[in-house]
C-alpha cells in the first residue's frame, strides 16, 4: 500500500497529524467528488420519478447498497442505509417484538450506542446481563458459555473495542448463540473500517456500522441484517413508516416494500448512501488486507514507543499481548489529566487525539478511570513518521506530568 499516493487524497494532512479516526474517519477527495457529482449533476430523488436524473440517482443509491453488502459478503441478506450505528442499533431494538423475560447479553466493552438500547428495553420487562471484561478488554469463552444461557433472545456485542482496542471474537460467541437458540447483533462501527469482515463467516444476524468512520461523508450507517424465513423471530419491523417504503395503500392498511426499500421511509440522505459507495471502492482499491497490515505496523511502533517513555500507562491488549487488536491504543500521562494531554499535543505539535470516556463511560467506572483516557487511533493514511512525533511529543509531556 502507497501511503503517500493515498496521503495527496487528503489534503487536510498537509496541516495536521490526524489520529482520532476511531471517531471520524477523514474523506479522500474521490468520496468528495462523487458526493458533489451528485448535487451538480443528477439530484433528484430515489425511487419516485422515471426521467433520466431520477433513474441515474437510483442508480447510484442502489449501486451504492450493493458495494456495501459486498464489502462485508453480504449480499444475500438485506442491507438498509440508516444515519449511523446508533441508529441501526436501534432499528433492531425497537424492531424486534419483544415479551416480558426476554434475556439479551452485553458487554461493559460496548459503545454507549450499543448500550443504552439494550438499557431502555428493560422498561418493558426485558432482562439484560452485562458481561465485565479483565483490564485489557477480555472476556474469557467460558463465561461467554455460562452468559448465554438458554432462553437467551438477543447477545450483542461490538467486534473491536473503540476505547482499549481489544478483539472480540464474535465468531465464536455466533456459534454458542447457534447452539442456544439466541441472535447474534456486532456492532461492527470500529472493525468493518479497518479488518475484513465476512458476515457468512461470522454467522451473525446483523451487523451495523457507520460509513463516517470508513471514509465517507457523515450521515450514512448501514444495517446489514440476515434475513431467513425459518427465523421469524428475529424479523424486523421498520422504525419509520411513510413515504417511499410502501408497495401499495389501502382503506386501513398498507403493504411494505420488500428489501431496504421497505426501511428507509422518506427521503434518505442519497448523497451520504453515494458517498459511501465510493468509500467502499476507495477502500477496496486500497485493500482492507494491506490496511489492517499497516495498521498493526504502525499500532506495534506507537505500543513499544509509549512502553519506553515513563509515566506512561498504557490500557487494552499490549504488544507482547496474545490477544488481537486493533489499531486503537488508548493511555495516560501520570500527573496530567487526558483532556489536557490531548490539548497540549494538539497546540504543540498539532497532533489530534481523542480524550475523556469515548461514550464508554460504565467501562471507564469499571477500569477506574474517573477521566478516561487518551486514546491515537490510526488508518491508513497515518505514517510511522507520525508516530514518531506523537512519541516525541508525549516523552516531552511526561517530563511535566
Known amino acids: 500500500m502507497k501511503v503517500h499516493e493515498i496521503r495527496a487524497d487528503f489534503p487536510i494532512l498537509e496541516d495536521v497529524i490526524y489520529l482520532d479516526s476511531a471517531s471520524t474517519s477523514l474523506t479522500p477527495e474521490p468520496v468528495l467528488e462523487a458526493v458533489l457529482d451528485y448535487y451538480r449533476a443528477y439530484k433528484a430523488n430515489v425511487g419516485r420519478g422515471v426521467y433520466r436524473l431520477a433513474q441515474m440517482a437510483d442508480q447510484r443509491y442502489r449501486d451504492a447498497h450493493r458495494k456495501a453488502a459486498a464489502f462485508v459478503w453480504g449480499v444475500e441478506g438485506v442491507t438498509i442505509f440508516t444515519r449511523n450505528t446508533t441508529e441501526s442499533i436501534n432499528i433492531v431494538a425497537r424492531g424486534l417484538s419483544w415479551k416480558r423475560g426476554d434475556r439479551i447479553v452485553t458487554t461493559l466493552l460496548e459503545h454507549h450506542s450499543n448500550l443504552l438500547p439494550w438499557m431502555r428495553l428493560k422498561e418493558m420487562g426485558v432482562e439484560l446481563e452485562v458481561m465485565r471484561p479483565d483490564r485489557e478488554g477480555r472476556i474469557d469463552l467460558a463465561d461467554w458459555e455460562k452468559a448465554i444461557a438458554e432462553g437467551t433472545r438477543l447477545v450483542a456485542t461490538t467486534q473491536l473495542s473503540n476505547a482499549l482496542g481489544t478483539v472480540i471474537p464474535v465468531k465464536e460467541i455466533a456459534r454458542i448463540c447457534r447452539e442456544r437458540g439466541a441472535a447474534l447483533l456486532v456492532d461492527g462501527a470500529q472493525s468493518v473500517p479497518h479488518m475484513p469482515v465476512n458476515v457468512k463467516d461470522i454467522d451473525c444476524d446483523f451487523l ?10 457523515t450521515g450514512a450507517g448501514v444495517l446489514w441484517m440476515r434475513k431467513e424465513e425459518k427465523n421469524e423471530k428475529n424479523e424486523i419491523e421498520p422504525l419509520l413508516v411513510g413515504g417511499g417504503m410502501v408497495e401499495d395503500v389501502f382503506d386501513d392498511e398498507y403493504e411494505i416494500k420488500q428489501g431496504y426499500e421497505g426501511f428507509e421511509a422518506g427521503t434518505p440522505d442519497i448523497s451520504a448512501g453515494i458517498g459511501l459507495g465510493a468509500a467502499v471502492d476507495y477502500l477496496t482499491r486500497a485493500g482492507v488486507e494491506e490496511i489492517h497490515e499497516h495498521e498493526m ?12 517513555i515513563a509515566g506512561i500507562e498504557i490500557f487494552g491488549p499490549g504488544r507482547d499481548s496474545s490477544e488481537a487488536r486493533g489499531g486503537v491504543v488508548s493511555f495516560a500521562v501520570n500527573g496530567l ?8 499535543l494538539d497546540q504543540a ?14 467501562l471507564m467506572k469499571h477500569l477506574g478511570l474517573k477521566y478516561g ?10 505514517t510511522e513518521d507520525e508516530i ?5 511529543a508525549l516523552e516531552q509531556i511526561a517530563r511535566m506530568g
Not at 297 to 308: F, P, Y
Not at 337 to 344: F, G, I, Q, S
Not at 349 to 362: K, L, Q, Y
Request: one cysteine or more; a positive charge; aromatic letters at 6%.
Open 297 to 308: 505496523r504502525l499500532t506495534r511502533k506507537l505500543l513499544v514507543g509509549l512502553e519506553k
Open 373 to 382: 483516557t487518551v486514546r491515537a487511533s490510526l488508518y491508513l493514511y497515518n
Open 388 to 392: 514518531d512525533k506523537l512519541l516525541a
Open 208 to 217: 451495523c456500522f457507520s460509513g463516517h468512520k470508513m471514509l465517507g461523508p
Open 337 to 344: 489529566l487526558p483532556h489536557e494531554v490531548a490539548l497540549m
Open 349 to 362: 505539535a498539532n497532533i489530534s487525539v481523542r480524550s475523556g470516556h469515548h461514550c464508554c463511560i460504565p
